[in-house]
């Protein structure tokens, strides 16, 4: 998959990620951790820009914080808001128009549409998620992290 991956994201210059290949990558996932230690390598040499909604920061603190678990919540904040070359992006108007677009078009659900409004609006070259649904959408190449390891 590692390698998948990779070729994949060759001439790619930025990527918009969905939650889960955060939650993976942040509890090492031995499934997945390979390639998204080759993906945030890239990112964190600013080889590849990166973006994720706010949606994201909402998705992963929830369960930390409900079994207190501040440790992994300070990780993921870590990783989401102090990245130079990955940008948390915020839901303003374009986020928005797009999401409804997207939700109109796909029959997708909001938190699925706005992630990947925040790549399309920020012209990212591929949304990186393991939501096999969101193949059909067409204004981003999707690439599903379950359909490298087959």
Do not use: C, W
């Amino acid at each position: 998959m590692e390698l998948k991956l990779q070729k994949i994201l060759r001439n790619i210059d930025s990527v918009a990620i969905d939650t889960a290949p955060f939650i993976y990558y942040i509890e090492e996932n031995k499934t997945y951790l390979k390639a998204l230690d080759a993906l945030f390598t890239l990112i964190n040499d600013g080889k590849v820009i990166a973006y994720t909604s706010v949606i994201t920061l909402i998705e992963v603190l929830t369960k930390p914080m409900e079994e207190n678990n501040e440790e992994l919540s300070k990780k993921y904040e870590d990783l989401l808001t102090n990245s130079e070359h990955l940008t948390l992006i915020d839901i303003d108007r374009d986020i928005a128009i797009e999401t409804a677009k997207l939700r109109a078009k796909y029959k997708i659900k909001i938190p699925d549409a706005i992630q990947l409004a925040a790549g399309i609006v920020n012209n990212a070259g591929v949304f990186v998620t393991n939501d096999t649904n969101l193949k059909k959408v067409k204004e981003i190449k999707v690439i599903v992290l379950d359909d490298l390891i087959k």
